[in-house]
C-alpha cells in the first residue's frame, strides 16, 4: 500500500526495546532545517457532518476510541518546524474540544469558535493571531498553512512543499487528478457540455499562505464570498493577485466525507498499526522454538520472550508509565503453551481467571491483552499446522485491534 | 447509515425460516412493471488497476472471498427486466472471468474480450449484441446499460431511473455533487481559475442510452475519441446530437479507485450481511432465558434454540444444500451452556476438539462457524455481564465475519 502508508509510524516497534518509541512522533525528517521561519496551522472544524448521516460532526467522530481530529492534529504537531494549531470549532463543540486536547496531550492547539460559513470561521482562526508582538496572542506567523480537520493522513513531505510554496509564491495548495469527469448542466437537468478532464484538478487541502496576503484576501473580500465562497485559492487571487502554486499530493488527502470514509481511514490506521504491537510467549524450552516460527510469520512486530501472566502485568504496567498506548491501542498477544496433556486442568481455570480480570483491567489503559493458548505435541505435523494458525490468529488479533474479543484466550 | 444501505439485502433472515431466503434476489420490486422492452448491460472490466498499487486489477480483487465484480453482476442479474451483462475483459483474465461466472453461477453473463482503451472495450461490448435476430448472437437490446464493473452497490432504484430516461430521452447519466473545488491550472503549475462547484457536477455510471444511439455515436466517432475519451454522454452529444438526461445518484455509486475504497467496500458488504447470520443455543431450560436476553440484543438476527454440536452439523449442511452460502459467507454462532460447575473437563476437551473440525470442515462451504460459551450462574449480577458479553462478542464475531477466528470456542 505504497500510496497510501499513513505516515511515518509505519516503522516496526524496535524488537529489542519495544516500550520506547512515541509512534508518531518520528516525522520531522528535513523540515527542520529547512524552515527557518514561523509557521502555524488553521484547521476549521466547525462541519456539521451531515453528509455522513450520522449524529456526531465528522471530524469528532472515532476511530479506535480516538477522535478524527486529534489524529490530523497530531499530524502537525508531530512536527518541530509548526508552531500553533487554531482549531476553530462550533461554540457548542468547545468543550468537546479542549476535552480531546486535555486527553490525548495535545500541546500546541488553541481553540476559537467558528462561525456561520466555512470562509468565516478561517477568518476567526487567522484574527488568533496578533500583528503586535507585545499582546498575549500568538504572534503573526510568516506562512500560515489551512488544512481540513477531516484530511488526517497528511505527511511532512507535502507539507514542506506546500509551506515553502506559499514563502516563496504567496500561496499554495494541495491538488489531485479529477476521479470523474466534470460535466455542465443545464438548467433543466441535462448534460451541456463536458470538461475535457488534463486541463482541470480537484482543489484539495493543505494550502499555505503568507499570512499578510491570506489576511488582506479576507479584510478585502465581499459578504458574498464570505458566506458562498469555497476556495482560499480563488481569495488569494482575487483580492491579492497572487495566483497559488500548485503541488501534486498522495491519495491519502482525501476528505473522510461519508460514513464508508471512516471504515477507509480505519483501515489506513489500522495497517499502520499493525506494524507495532508486543508479542509475549512463556520461558519454556518449546516456546523458543515456537518464537522463532512466529518471529518469521510476523516479521515486524516486538516479540518478548519468558513471561507467565505475571510478567504479562509488568509489561503493561511498562506500557502504562510510559504513556506508550496514549494515542493507540497497544495490543498485547500472550502467547501460552500448554506442555500438560490435558489443555484445562483446575488449575489452568485459575489462570484463566486471572488473565481475564487483568486484560478488563488494563483496557481502561488502552492495552488490548489478547491470550492464544497453543498445545505442545510431538508429532510434528501437528505441532506444525498449530504453529501456523497461531501465526495466522496473531496477525487477525494485532490487525483487528477488536475490542469484543479482549480477554479471549483462543486456541492455536 | 441510511445513505450508504448497499441494496434491499440487508433485511433480517425470517427467524422462523432462516434458510429459505436467497439475500440478494431481493431486489426486482416495481422495476418488472414499468419496464416492458429489452434492457442489456455492457460492463467494461479491462482496466489494470495501477492507482490500487496492487498486483490484482482492483474489479478481481476479493472481499469475503468473492471478487468485486462478481457483487457488481449481482446488482444487475437480481432484476428480472435485466437481460444479458456483457462482461468485456482483457483476453489475459478471460479464464478467470468465467471462472468467477461458474463459481458464483451467474447466469446473465457473456464475456468478451477488451481492447487497448475503454471506448474500444465498450464498443467491443456493444457488437455482441446481434441487428440480426436470425444469428445465434443475443438480440439487441432497446436500451443499454453501461456500468462500471467496480461500482458495486447499484441499486434497482437508480437503475430503473436511468433506464426510463434513456428510453424517453435517447441518454441519460448519474451524477454527483462535486466534492472539491474543480481549478484550472496554469501550464505552468499555477492556479489559472476555479469553476463555480455550483454550475458542475461529477458525471459517474451507470448511464443507459438507447441501443441505436450509442452504437451509432461509436460508429462516427474518431480515433482520438477511441483513444483518449472518457465520456460516452458526450459522444452521444457529439455525434448524435443526443443531450443526456442528468440524474442524481446516491453517494454509494462512488468508484472503487483505492485500496482504502476496498476496505470501505467491504465495510459496507459486512453491515449488510450483518442483519443475516445465525446463532443456536441449547435445549437447557437456562438457554431459553438466554436466547431472549440475545435475541433483544440482537435484533436481527435469526436464532435458532435447542441445539448441541450434532444440531449445528445439521444445519450447517442445510445451508450447503440451499446453497445458502454460496454468494456470502453464513455466519453461524453456537452459544454453548455451561451448567457444571467447571467449566473445562475432559468430556468438554472432546466436545471442543469435535467442534473445531466441523469448522474447519465447513469453512470449505463457505460456512463460518464460531462457538462462544458462557457459564451459568444463580448470581444474577455475574449472569447479566456474562450475558452482555455474549451479546458483544456475537456482534463482533457476525460483524467481523474473520476466517481466522473460525472454530474458536469464546469466553463471554
Same sequence: chains 1, 2.
Avoid at 482575487?238 to 498522495?250: F, H, R, S, V
Avoid at 505435523?381 to 477488536?402: G, P, Q, Y
Wanted: net charge neutral; proline share 4%.
Amino acid at each position: 500500500m505504497q500510496e497510501e502508508s499513513a505516515s511515518a509510524s509505519a516503522r516496526p516497534l524496535d524488537p529489542g526495546s519495544p516500550l520506547t518509541r512515541d509512534t508518531e512522533c518520528s516525522g520531522d525528517g528535513r523540515g527542520r532545517a529547512a524552515v527557518d521561519f514561523p509557521v502555524a496551522v488553521v484547521l476549521p472544524a466547525g462541519g456539521s457532518g451531515e453528509r455522513m448521516g450520522l449524529p456526531t460532526p465528522k471530524q469528532f467522530c472515532k476511530i479506535l476510541n480516538r477522535p478524527l481530529i486529534s489524529y490530523t492534529i497530531q499530524a502537525f504537531e508531530r512536527l518541530s518546524w509548526i508552531g500553533t494549531i487554531v482549531v476553530v470549532v462550533a461554540k457548542e463543540n468547545h468543550d468537546l474540544m479542549l476535552n480531546i486536547v486535555r486527553k490525548f496531550h495535545h500541546t500546541k492547539v488553541k481553540v476559537v469558535h467558528g462561525a456561520t460559513s466555512r470562509h468565516r470561521s478561517i477568518f476567526n482562526g487567522l484574527q488568533a493571531f496578533s500583528n503586535n508582538t507585545d499582546d498575549s496572542l500568538t504572534p503573526k506567523p510568516k506562512v500560515v498553512i489551512i488544512h481540513d480537520a477531516v484530511r488526517p493522513f497528511v505527511e511532512e513531505d507535502l507539507l514542506l512543499k506546500i509551506t515553502l510554496a506559499a514563502k516563496e509564491e504567496g500561496a499554495s495548495g494541495a491538488i489531485r487528478p479529477l476521479v470523474s469527469t466534470v460535466i455542465a448542466t443545464t438548467l433543466e437537468g441535462y448534460l451541456n457540455h463536458s470538461l475535457e478532464r488534463a486541463k482541470y484538478r480537484a482543489s484539495e487541502m493543505p494550502q499555505g499562505f503568507l499570512y499578510d496576503i491570506i489576511f488582506q484576501a479576507y479584510q478585502r473580500c465581499s459578504e458574498y464570498d464570505f458566506d458562498f465562497g469555497t476556495e482560499c485559492l480563488h481569495l488569494a487571487l482575487q483580492y491579492c493577485g497572487t495566483n497559488a502554486k500548485l503541488i501534486e499530493g498522495p491519495p491519502t488527502l482525501w476528505k473522510v466525507t461519508y460514513k464508508r470514509d471512516l471504515a477507509a481511514a480505519e483501515a489506513i490506521i489500522k495497517e499502520t498499526l499493525s506494524a507495532s504491537a508486543c508479542v509475549i510467549t512463556e520461558a519454556a524450552a518449546e516456546a523458543v522454538e515456537l518464537a522463532g516460527t512466529l518471529q518469521k510469520n510476523l516479521a515486524t512486530q516486538g516479540m518478548v520472550n519468558g513471561s507467565n501472566v505475571s510478567g504479562v502485568l509488568e509489561m503493561v504496567q511498562h506500557f502504562e508509565n510510559t504513556s506508550h498506548a496514549r494515542l493507540h491501542p497497544v495490543v498485547v498477544v500472550w502467547v501460552k503453551l500448554n506442555t500438560t496433556k490435558r489443555s484445562f486442568d483446575t488449575q489452568k481455570t485459575d489462570e484463566l481467571t486471572t488473565f481475564m480480570r487483568l486484560a478488563s483491567e488494563v483496557k481502561q489503559a488502552n492495552v488490548q491483552l489478547y491470550g492464544i493458548q497453543i498445545d505442545h505435541t510431538k508429532v510434528s505435523e501437528l505441532w506444525e499446522r498449530s504453529a501456523a494458525r497461531l501465526a495466522d490468529v496473531t496477525v487477525a488479533l494485532i490487525r483487528d485491534r477488536n475490542p469484543a474479543l479482549i480477554g479471549q484466550l483462543l486456541q492455536a
